[in-house]
């Protein structure tokens, strides 16, 4: 076959209906994110489904763009969950590069599939690698060189497989439950039909995703949230972000997907049924409001370790890079903002353990972490935030954490060290303002000692002084090691001098610094 048209099209989604059919109960049985409610594959299934059956019904003998759009509007108009809405987006962003084409060659499907991957990705709130958008952009990376149609197909295919196998090792709770993704594989499914379409041969649908066990939701359990889904008509373009903000504060799995001609099906689990429909209402006009219980998941094995992590919220994206290589799982906020109740989900609920300890890095941090673990969304999980007022104390608490402590006797040495921890800083004022220690002017440095001005120092004075001025205040009621977080603005040298002032002052007092990345404070000091 030298190019899809629109007879291709419609035997595509025939053969993508006929192996999601196989797959159903195998990828349900896999079904462990975002929510274990075994039904992945009935969703994917019901979507395709529709979409087939509204090409059937609008059968189209222009172009494959014709049909392309078709099933795309029948996708978006049946999807369920969060794969189906997704599975809709691909259709979408193939309908809209094949637009202006009658058929699809090689190029224009490699181009075609690129689009799909930013589509879908657009759609979603809040991205995780490990999903069906991993397959979806390892498919596009590997279609930049394109040849003729077979052998896109074969690329796409190929790289799509592959993709899949990686997923456990991209979300922790795939690799503890030991299966791969169920959106995914189901995503992988519909490219491998693909490829036989247009080869001619039969499409491969054995498969080695099975759960090692399987265990249908408990439908005696009261729901501990909802899973939120309804058509939304009239909505201007500008109200889309608007409103998908507002379902990321409600809950999770957010999704806000378009048909390309201005309609749009909505997807949220959150607690709030009512708030979650008012978003809605104030963006457009919904319809076909589907509301389905989410029931506590049973593992679907029990995990080999311990059941239990250590995640951190912090400012600062080479703090959350150091944070990384230690091995621990951290959510980066640019300063001066606040994370998304959706975001702090994330973080908790990706991990692959029961018991979650959430170091925050600051006030707003600690707010935001305390909303997240009293959120319906968490389920059974047991989590537990410790405060701590700067990255310096995240630090201390993650040096004393041991996994092989008892849970709550961790966090105590974990809460134990943050609150030991003083805290210092070294800013530059912005503007002018009183301190108790005198008026301050736009430019001047100002040093903080847990949250207190203890100096301020003229514009143009050397910064090493200024640090040395509050790092000696700090100490003179003892220490034995300063950590030092320098921000965006710290020049180069800076940590050598203080390390040098230091040394010649108080020899006995180990020091280490590390970038921080935060652009509100030149230096973070902590003393210990």
């Given at each position: 076959?030298?190019?899809?048209?629109?007879?291709?099209?419609?035997?595509?989604?025939?053969?993508?209906?006929?192996?999601?059919?196989?797959?159903?109960?195998?990828?349900?049985?896999?079904?462990?994110?975002?929510?274990?409610?075994?039904?992945?594959?009935?969703?994917?299934?019901?979507?395709?489904?529709?979409?087939?059956?509204?090409?059937?019904?609008?059968?189209?003998?222009?172009?494959?763009?014709?049909?392309?759009?078709?099933?795309?509007?029948?996708?978006?108009?049946?999807?369920?969950?969060?794969?189906?809405?997704?599975?809709?987006?691909?259709?979408?962003?193939?309908?809209?590069?094949?637009?202006?084409?009658?058929?699809?060659?090689?190029?224009?499907?490699a181009k075609a599939l690129a689009n799909a991957h930013r589509t879908a990705t657009d759609a979603v709130a809040r991205p995780v690698q490990g999903t069906m958008l991993s397959v979806l952009q390892a498919v596009a990376q590997a279609v930049t060189d394109p040849g003729d149609l077979a052998d896109v197909v074969a690329i796409a295919a190929k790289a799509a497989s592959e993709a899949l196998e990686q997923t456990p090792h991209q979300l922790p709770v795939l690799a503890s439950a030991g299966v791969v993704d169920a959106g995914a594989r189901g995503l992988v499914a519909v490219f491998d039909a693909l490829a036989g379409v247009v080869t001619g041969t039969e499409t491969q649908i054995a498969h080695s995703c099975?759960?090692?066990?399987?265990?249908?939701?408990?439908?005696?359990?009261?729901?501990?949230?909802?899973?939120?889904?309804?058509?939304?008509?009239?909505?201007?373009?500008?109200?889309?972000?608007?409103?998908?903000?507002?379902?990321?504060?409600?809950?999770?799995?957010?999704?806000?997907?378009?048909?390309?001609?201005?309609?749009?099906?909505?997807?949220?689990?959150?607690?709030?049924?009512?708030?979650?429909?008012?978003?809605?209402?104030?963006?457009?006009?919904?319809?076909?409001?589907?509301?389905?219980?989410?029931?506590?998941?049973?593992?679907?094995?029990?995990?080999?370790?311990?059941?239990?992590?250590?995640?951190?919220?912090?400012?600062?994206?080479?703090?959350?890079?150091?944070?990384?290589?230690?091995?621990?799982?951290?959510?980066?906020?640019?300063?001066?903002?606040?994370?998304?109740?959706?975001?702090?989900?994330?973080?908790?609920?990706?991990?692959?353990?029961?018991?979650?300890?959430?170091?925050?890095?600051?006030?707003?941090?600690?707010?935001?972490?305390?909303?997240?673990?009293?959120?319906?969304?968490?389920?059974?999980?047991?989590?537990?935030?410790?405060?701590?007022?700067?990255?310096?104390?995240?630090?201390?608490?993650?040096?004393?954490?041991?996994?092989?402590?008892?849970?709550?006797?961790?966090?105590?040495?974990?809460?134990?060290?943050?609150?030991?921890?003083?805290?210092?800083?070294?800013?530059?004022?912005?503007?002018?303002?009183?301190?108790?220690?005198?008026?301050?002017?736009?430019?001047?440095?100002?040093?903080?000692?847990?949250?207190?001005?203890?100096?301020?120092?003229?514009?143009?004075?050397?910064?090493?002084?200024?640090?040395?001025?509050?790092?000696?205040?700090?100490?003179?009621?003892?220490?034995?090691?300063?950590?030092?977080?320098?921000?965006?603005?710290?020049?180069?040298?800076?940590?050598?001098?203080?390390?040098?002032?230091?040394?010649?002052?108080?020899?006995?007092?180990?020091?280490?610094?590390?970038?921080?990345?935060?652009?509100?404070?030149?230096?973070?000091?902590?003393?210990?």
């Amino acid at each position: 076959m030298r190019a899809l048209d629109e007879h291709a099209i419609t035997a595509w989604a025939a053969a993508c209906v006929h192996s999601l059919e196989v797959l159903c109960p195998a990828i349900n049985g896999i079904n462990v994110y975002p929510v274990a409610d075994s039904d992945t594959g009935s969703n994917l299934l019901h979507t395709m489904s529709g979409a087939h059956a509204r090409l059937a019904a609008e059968p189209t003998t222009d172009s494959a763009a014709a049909a392309l759009s078709v099933l795309a509007r029948g996708a978006v108009l049946a999807a369920r969950g969060n794969s189906g809405v997704i599975l809709s987006q691909v259709l979408r962003g193939l309908a809209e590069t094949a637009a202006a084409a009658d058929e699809l060659d090689g190029p224009t499907l490699a181009k075609a599939l690129a689009n799909a991957h930013r589509t879908a990705t657009d759609a979603v709130a809040r991205p995780v690698q490990g999903t069906m958008l991993s397959v979806l952009q390892a498919v596009a990376q590997a279609v930049t060189d394109p040849g003729d149609l077979a052998d896109v197909v074969a690329i796409a295919a190929k790289a799509a497989s592959e993709a899949l196998e990686q997923t456990p090792h991209q979300l922790p709770v795939l690799a503890s439950a030991g299966v791969v993704d169920a959106g995914a594989r189901g995503l992988v499914a519909v490219f491998d039909a693909l490829a036989g379409v247009v080869t001619g041969t039969e499409t491969q649908i054995a498969h080695s995703c099975e759960a090692h066990t399987s265990s249908e939701p408990d439908t005696e359990q009261a729901p501990y949230a909802w899973e939120v889904m309804y058509l939304l008509d009239e909505v201007a373009d500008a109200d889309v972000p608007v409103l998908r903000r507002a379902l990321s504060e409600l809950g999770d799995s957010v999704t806000v997907a378009g048909d390309g001609s201005g309609g749009h099906a909505v997807h949220v689990h959150c607690a709030d049924i009512g708030a979650a429909i008012e978003a809605g209402l104030r963006a457009g006009r919904p319809s076909g409001i589907r509301v389905e219980p989410l029931i506590t998941p049973t593992p679907i094995e029990p995990p080999s370790g311990p059941d239990r992590a250590v995640v951190a919220v912090v400012h600062g994206e080479e703090l959350a890079t150091l944070l990384r290589e230690e091995g621990f799982a951290v959510l980066a906020v640019p300063d001066h903002s606040t994370p998304s109740v959706e975001e702090m989900l994330g973080l908790i609920t990706e991990r692959a353990a029961g018991h979650i300890t959430v170091l925050a890095g600051g006030e707003s941090l600690t707010r935001a972490a305390d909303d997240a673990a009293g959120h319906p969304m968490i389920g059974d999980r047991d989590v537990v935030v410790i405060p701590c007022a700067s990255p310096v104390q995240v630090l201390s608490a993650l040096a004393v954490h041991d996994a092989g402590r008892r849970a709550n006797d961790d966090v105590v040495a974990m809460a134990e060290a943050a609150a030991a921890t003083r805290r210092g800083e070294l800013v530059v004022a912005a503007e002018e303002s009183i301190t108790w220690v005198g008026r301050a002017h736009a430019g001047d440095l100002i040093g903080f000692v847990d949250g207190e001005v203890v100096l301020v120092e003229p514009a143009g004075a050397p910064l090493a002084e200024a640090a040395m001025g509050v790092l000696s205040r700090m100490l003179a009621v003892g220490g034995e090691l300063v950590t030092v977080l320098t921000g965006t603005e710290a020049p180069a040298g800076l940590t050598d001098e203080l390390r040098e002032r230091l040394r010649a002052q108080r020899p006995e007092v180990e020091f280490v610094d590390y970038p921080g990345g935060q652009a509100d404070a030149v230096l973070l000091i902590g003393v210990e």
